[in-house]
């Protein structure tokens, strides 16, 4: 997770703009990122976010 923002809130922001604008799926983007999902839906998860299949998006 490198390449991510290390602040929540940065992150969660940069995760539904890539989300949004680019991948059809949080496994699409993690997939492309190189980024292990559950690390990325626990930290958000800590920060008060959960992952919306239906909206693709974390809220």
């Known amino acids: ?3 991510l923002p ?3 809130m940065m ?5 539904n703009t890539q ?7 949080l496994n699409e983007f993690c997939k492309a990122m190189d ?6 839906e ?3 998860k800590a920060a008060g976010f959960e992952y919306n ?5 974390f809220w």
């Open 1 to 3: 997770m490198d390449k």
């Open 6 to 8: 290390h602040d929540p």
């Open 11 to 15: 992150l969660f922001s940069y995760v």
């Open 19 to 25: 989300l949004r604008d680019h991948y059809p799926s």
């Open 35 to 40: 980024v292990d999902r559950s690390q990325l």
């Open 42 to 44: 626990a930290k958000l």
């Open 53 to 57: 299949k239906e909206q693709n998006k």
